[in-house]
């Protein structure tokens, strides 16, 4: 509880502790420095300090995916709008809660007059507040005492309920004078009594709905994407599929929303996806979408040969009303938070399982055993590949080997993503974690980190290109320094695959698609990590060992052949879609 009286920074620290939060993820610079300088007394805050404002981003990106508690990300104002929303679009899409804690740096009472780095908006200054505005779910600006420490606690809040995602404070030189006295109007109250009440939870008649839809369907499908992650309901999903039996295919971003060695997992549908997903989906009379806006990849380009609302009958589940049949028009829906709606479902369905109902699903339980056969589900033949240099698929594939039920696994944007989202079998729910709400490279080093700090007694494994290892491998030194044992994964093919593939596509026209030969094991080590240069299948299945209960930060710099085009994993279903790279 925040003492009657009490001087700012101290005060929104204070804040921060009664929210649960963890971790600060940050550079000091400007006025922010006042509430670093706070955070030098809190034994329950983690200050962790970045090269860069862009890996705190993401690392605050990754915490808040996880916990459901907001990732804070702080530094001056004007280079956390340079250099951090990286993390705070991915949160954006990715439904991620978020805090990013920035300054004005105004020099009052000059901020009128274009103090250097200020950002008040005034002729000569910089707009932070527009700047961030359009990278967060909101931004407030706040210049005095009282104000700031109650905009901190409402923010936590915005970023916490309906759909979560990134909120921004930029703070004044003057919301850190003084000291407040919390009982004066308006009064302080404890965090937590802000932040009550916040899950939308579902109708009864709209679950009735929906029960009945799936009672009635002779083929369901459950397509699952992202929000089952925001909510946590991996458990709850997998409750009700098999409750009826129904298989699940995910989105890419929902990959992991039940463990890809689940009897009715399909893997991910869609562009990148497994065929037997895309069979099963196409085949279904009744599709019940989980906490997805169905785009454009996941959907192949719309093709009516996978999906089609004149055909299949759709219910979807969602917490924000305007996702709600916005690209597919549905029968009914549940607007709930995934979890609340999934667990409402079973209720609803568990006392109506007739003996006919039992039947029906173990029939169409047996009927999938054979389709994931027929279709040589995560076991098709160039996962076997002894070929050097080493090719992807068989690289994920003895990842996927060696790595548990619990590891975390992040991986990264480009061709090495889409092998990852088709070849890698996880083998349990909430564990795969990609940038693909925006789709930036650089994403999967600093994730892994993020996810280690939040769950470390659990492996994290990252998973890259060498491109994007290298527009993030700064974040080296943070592991370093707070030795956070996490394994890089580099498929080190030498280019920017999914550039060079459509230039393949366009006559062999190569420009600005080659990155030469780079040595990330030794740069590894120079930088305070351990480095292992990977080139053969014996190096392959001798080091990749390593990935299971590393004790420091380690590269495995993979050597990788570039002749792995993306289109070897794309569906025929999504061939007459729109390209690009």
Sequence with gaps: ?????????????????????????????????????????????????????????IMAEMYGRLTGKPGVVMGQGIFLACNALFGSLEAVKGASPMLLLGDFTDMAPFMHHAPYQAGTGEHGNHDLRN??????????????????????QLA??????????????????????????????????????????????????????????????????????????????????AELAELLAIPVATTATGKSAIADVHRLALGVFGNWGQTVANEVVSAADTVLVVGSRLAPTDTCFENPELLDADRQAFLQIDVEPLNVGRHFPVKDAIVADAREALAALVAELRPRIAPAIRA??????????????????????????????????????????RLDARTIVTM??????????????????????????????????PAAMG???????????????????????????????????????????????WVKDGQRRRGNRFIASELGRN??????????????????????VGELDRVSGAKEPIVLDVVTTEDAPFWQVQSPLAKEGPGGE
């Design 519 to 540: 040595d990330y094991a030794r740069i590894a080590q120079a930088m305070g990590c351990m480095g292992v240069r990977v080139e053969t299948v014996k190096d392959l």
């Design 360 to 401: 029906a699903a173990q029939r169409r339980s047996e009927h999938l055993a054979e389709l994931k056969t027929l279709h040589r589900y995560f076991a098709e033949p160039e996962q076997r590949s002894d070929s050097v240099p080493l090719r992807p698929e068989r690289v994920i594939t003895e990842l996927s080997r």
């Design 131 to 152: 700047l961030l505005a359009g990278a967060t779910k909101y931004t407030a600006a706040v210049t005095e005492p009282k104000q700031a420490v109650q905009t901190l």
């Design 451 to 497: 996810a280690k700090l939040t769950s470390p007694e659990r492996d994290c494994v990252a998973v890259c290109g060498d491109g994007g290892f290298a527009m993030t491998m700064n974040a080296l030194f943070t592991a370093a320094q707070y030795r956070i044992p996490v394994v890089t994964v580099v498929l080190n093919n030498s280019v920017l695959g």
């Design 156 to 237: 936590i809040k915005h970023a916490t309920t309906g759909t979560p995602g990134p909120v921004a404070i930029i703070f004044g030189s003057r919301s850190f004078g003084g000291t407040v006295k919390t009982r004066r109007p308006p009064r302080l109250h404890a965090t937590a009594r802000h932040l009550a009440h916040g899950i939308a939870r579902a109708a009864s008649a709209d679950v009735t709905r929906v029960a009945e839809a799936l009672l009635a369907a002779s083929s369901p499908v459950i397509i699952a994407g992202n929000g089952v992650h925001a909510s946590r309901a991996w458990a709850e999903l």
């Design 1 to 57: 509880m925040i003492p009657d009286e009490i001087d700012v920074p101290h005060a929104l620290v204070r804040v921060l502790e009664e929210a649960g939060i963890q971790f600060v993820f940050g550079m000091p610079g400007g006025d922010t420095g006042r509430i670093f300088d706070a955070l030098h007394d809190s034994r329950e805050i983690q200050t962790i300090l970045v090269r860069h404002e862009q890996v705190g981003s």
């Design 412 to 445: 990264d944007a480009g061709a090495n993503r889409l092998y990852m989202t088709h070849y890698f079998q996880c083998k349990g729910a909430g564990t795969v974690y990609q940038p693909s709400s925006i789709g930036g490279m650089g994403y999967a080093l």
